[in-house]
């Protein structure tokens, strides 16, 4: 994307033409993807270059957009995880345009359940609960479960929407990314834990799950920790658990 100043970014997905690579393991398909833009475009005598490590198209690059050149060789690294290819097609200040293939393994829609159980825990565990998470399919998710657990959750974008929920209305639990614009999720909580208000109980949701990302996440006040893709079986754990914490007289 900051390759491509003007004009647009397409993103195609594609079932190839081309044979299956020998080894496929049974059962499994190709898929393409296909990622083209609008931007500086690459010399094709650079083509090479781009996937070694700390390597830029030119010193100009760099300098100009910054970086250190590791995107392309990780992501060429990933696709041959999944036994995959990645190629380039590029022409200089036209655009560029990148294709990789994957090998997966399709799933029968019948196999998966056709409804997912999802407690009513409102009732038994009654919580005015603030959602901050600033990526919108992630929310939209967030409050659709939510929902169906009996929850009508107010929603903040940063942390400084976080402190101006807080300012309106006191909030049992907070769900906190931790990463999101302006205010991130442990400044946010940084504030709320020096201030004099309501003290809410501050679950922090990350894609980080490191030991020490965790062990971050409580020292600066938060009381809980859940990884990002959130699971649905964890999140009715947290809720229980914090739930009846905050609906127990003389809780701690």
């Known amino acids: 994307m900051k390759f491509t100043e003007e004009g647009e970014i397409k993103i195609r997905l594609f079932v190839p033409s081309w044979p299956l690579p020998p080894d496929t393991p049974p059962g499994h398909v190709q898929i393409g993807f296909e990622i083209k833009d609008t931007g500086i475009g690459i010399e094709p005598d650079q083509f090479t270059r781009l996937f070694q490590s700390f390597a830029q198209g030119d010193s100009s690059v760099n300098r100009r957009y910054g970086g250190a050149g590791l995107g392309l060789p990780i992501s060429e690294r990933l696709v041959q995880l999944m036994n995959g290819h990645i190629a380039i097609d590029s022409t200089p200040g036209a655009g560029s345009t990148f294709t990789f293939t994957i090998l997966a393994h399709p799933v029968e829609l019948k196999s998966l359940p056709a409804n997912i159980t999802i407690p009513i825990l409102a009732n038994k565990y009654p919580l005015c609960i603030l959602l901050a998470e600033d990526n919108p399919i992630n929310q939209q998710l967030a409050l659709i479960i939510l929902a169906k657990m009996g929850y009508n959750p107010m929603v903040a974008v940063n942390g400084k929407?976080?402190?101006?929920?807080?300012?309106?209305?006191?909030?049992?639990?907070?769900?906190?990314?931790?990463?999101?614009?302006?205010?991130?999720?442990?400044?946010?909580?940084?504030?709320?834990?020096?201030?004099?208000?309501?003290?809410?109980?501050?679950?922090?949701?990350?894609?980080?799950?490191?030991?020490?990302?965790?062990?971050?996440?409580?020292?600066?006040?938060?009381?809980?920790?859940?990884?990002?893709?959130?699971?649905?079986?964890?999140?009715?754990?947290?809720?229980?658990?914090?739930?009846?914490?905050?609906?127990?007289?003389?809780?701690?």
């Open 161 to 252: 929407e976080v402190l101006s929920h807080l300012e309106k209305a006191p909030f049992d639990l907070i769900l906190m990314d931790i990463q999101m614009p302006e205010m991130d999720g442990l400044e946010a909580t940084r504030l709320i834990r020096h201030g004099d208000g309501h003290q809410p109980v501050i679950i922090a949701m990350t894609a980080n799950a490191t030991r020490q990302d965790r062990d971050d996440c409580l020292a600066e006040g938060m009381n809980d920790y859940i990884s990002k893709p959130v699971d649905l079986e964890q999140l009715i754990i947290m809720l229980k658990k914090w739930g009846h914490l905050i609906n127990t007289p003389h809780r701690v």
